[in-house]
């Protein structure tokens, strides 16, 4: 186990609807401020969402910047890493595969990650460094041999004008690549290959991607949903010369056995409209079958599903970190540990941020689904104080690079 400060904890706020400055500061108040005083902490993290409209008009106005910081300290709370996955748009009535668009080919979300960048910078505490997580690019298909050399030049902008940033503000922001099943980069192997064939000193500097400001976002539901072993997983990432910058808290649901009595009724209780939803299927044979959403992977009386049903499912829904699903379900939460623990023992490891990320509460079966504010308030703060307690505690740092964490966490049940 990792010594030293440890990691960062916050929860990431894309679970909130408000998509501008008004909106963020009022869910500041109703929502991020109860639930630090529910979990009891003397300061909490927060993962902002930033839309990009947002980000946009924060970045240009140093008056609305100073509004938020003004919120944030008044409900102390501290911004040392954004999402910058979804562009907008996050809480529609349908997101499904709107949530990939603009993809790294288009200049709008460089331009986008950019003005979230320089907006950190300017919410950092002073001696943190900063993180964003975003997309693999973009959904699988349509993806060319010219989108992909788009997106290469585009990190390599990238690249640069975090260095420079760094040089002027002296604050450290990194950009982690979130792979994601179904993406152009689906598994950690997919984001180290493409992000590690860019860093060599043969590319040309307009296509060369540092790997100091670059690096890999561990989404552990994505991990678990791809079966992979998540020790193996970290290692590959470290041994290719790259760092994990954010690890995104997650637990996928699991179905042991799809085709015992009730499973798909039980696994179907999760279908909804809002987000894709994408199942793997761990065959007798090693291989992984997939399907892109669990509708089709369940199939209906008029046509066959998707996947057969003979091997384990693990499918993209956040289950509440503390939630445990009623068999035949389960949560991933043991890949969940075991990536923070393999992450930790890395280089770096303690460096890299964490954050819970369960935005699929307003989506759950009804009777999962928290009744208002307040019981959601209750529930995030359940999951931090599980994370608190569950995730290598003595090595998770608070919010701050040089307290501990509150003496108010210790005991606490989730």
């Not at 008004?22 to 108040?29: E, R, W």
């Not at 529609?92 to 003005?115: C, F, G, Q």
């Not at 060599?200 to 552990?220: A, F, H, N, S």
């Not at 504010?373 to 740092?397: F, K």
Request: hydrophobic share 45%; glycine share 6%; proline share 8%.
């Amino acid at each position: 186990m990792a010594t030293g400060p440890g990691m960062l904890l916050s929860y990431c706020t894309n679970v909130h609807p408000a998509e501008d400055l008004d909106g963020v500061i009022d869910q500041l108040a109703r929502y991020s401020g109860p639930v630090r005083e529910a979990a009891g902490l003397d300061t909490l993290g927060v993962g902002l969402w930033l839309p990009a409209e947002l980000a946009h008009r924060l970045d240009r106005s140093a008056a609305d910047r100073a509004r938020l910081r003004a919120a944030l300290a008044e409900h102390r709370l501290q911004v040392h890493t954004l999402n910058a996955f979804p562009y907008g748009g996050f809480h529609r009535e349908v997101v499904k595969l709107a949530v990939y668009s603009p993809t790294w080919a288009e200049r709008a979300r460089l331009d986008y990650v950019l003005a979230c960048a320089r907006v950190l910078a300017d919410l950092l505490p002073d001696g943190v460094p900063g993180s964003i997580s975003t997309l693999p690019l973009a959904w699988r298909a349509p993806w060319t041999r010219a989108d992909d050399d788009e997106a290469t030049k585009a990190f390599a902008t990238l690249s640069a004008e975090l260095r420079e940033l760094a040089r002027r503000t002296g604050k450290t922001v990194r950009v982690a690549v979130e792979p994601e099943p179904g993406c152009v980069l689906d598994t950690v192997e997919d984001v180290v290959s493409w992000l590690a064939a860019r860093t060599g000193p043969e590319w040309p500097e307009d296509r060369r991607i540092d790997p100091e400001y670059v690096g890999v976002c561990l989404d552990t539901c994505h991990l678990a949903v791809s079966f992979a072993d998540p020790a193996g997983a970290v290692r590959r990432i470290t041994d290719a010369g790259l760092r994990v910058v954010k690890v995104q808290a997650s637990a996928a649901l699991e179905v042991a056995d799809p085709a015992a009595p009730g499973a798909r009724d039980a696994v179907g209780r999760f279908v909804e409209q809002r987000y894709l939803h994408q199942v793997r299927e761990l065959a007798a044979s090693g291989d992984v079958l997939a399907s892109d959403d669990l509708p089709a992977a369940l199939g209906d009386a008029d046509r066959r599903p998707a996947l057969p049903g003979d091997g384990p499912w693990r499918v993209h829904f956040h289950v509440p970190l503390h939630h445990e699903p009623a068999p035949p379900l389960a949560a991933t939460t043991e890949v969940l540990r075991d990536a923070v623990a393999a992450v930790l023992a890395a280089p770096h490891g303690a460096e890299a941020h964490l954050d819970v990320e369960t935005y699929t509460w307003s989506v759950l079966p009804p009777d999962v689904l928290p009744d208002g504010a307040d019981e959601l308030v209750t529930g995030i703060a359940a999951e931090l104080r599980w994370a608190r307690q569950h995730l290598s505690a003595p090595a998770i740092a608070s919010t701050t690079a040089t307290t501990a964490v509150s003496p108010a966490m210790e005991g606490i049940d989730a």
